[in-house]
Nanobody, 117 residues
Framework: VQLQASGGGLVQTGGSLRVSCAAS????????LAWFRQAPGKEREVVGA???????DYADSVKGRFSISRDNSKNTVYLQMDGLKPEDTAVYFC????????????WGQGTLVTVSS
C-alpha cells in the first residue's frame, strides 16, 4: 500500500483545513486508517483513526475540532480540522493497517500544517 498525503498549508488560528490521504496499490476496504502528527521537537502522536466499518476515535486534544472520514470508492481518507490552534502545527501523516493488525505498517510521507497565531 502506498499512501500520499496532501492538503497541508498555512492557516490562521481558528481557521479550517482539510488534508487528504490517497492510497494506491491495494483497496483499503479492510484497512483501518489513522492520522498521526509530529510537531517540531516532539514525538509523533496519534490524532485519530477510522476503522473499515467507519468507527472513529480521536485524541482528547482534537475531539470536537477534528473529524476523520473515508471514501472507500476513492481509496482516500480525510482529516477535517476546524478551530485550529498554534499547537496543532505539525507534520501530519496518514497510516494504514489491515484490520486485526497490531501496528500501522503503511505510512504516507507527511504534509505540513502550520497554524499562525
Amino acid at each position: 500500500v502506498q499512501l500520499q498525503a496532501s492538503g497541508g498549508g498555512l492557516v490562521q488560528t481558528g481557521g479550517s483545513l482539510r488534508v487528504s490521504c490517497a492510497a494506491s496499490g491495494r483497496v483499503l476496504t479492510r484497512y483501518s486508517l489513522a492520522w498521526f502528527r509530529q510537531a517540531p521537537g516532539k514525538e509523533r502522536e496519534v490524532v485519530g483513526a477510522v476503522t473499515w466499518t467507519g468507527f472513529t476515535d480521536y485524541a482528547d486534544s482534537v475531539k470536537g475540532r477534528f473529524s476523520i472520514s473515508r471514501d472507500n470508492s476513492k481509496n482516500t481518507v480525510y482529516l477535517q480540522m476546524d478551530g485550529l490552534k498554534p499547537e496543532d502545527t505539525a507534520v501530519y501523516f496518514c497510516a494504514a493497517k489491515l484490520t486485526g493488525s497490531v501496528r500501522y505498517d503503511f505510512w504516507g510521507q507527511g504534509t505540513l500544517v502550520t497554524v499562525s497565531s
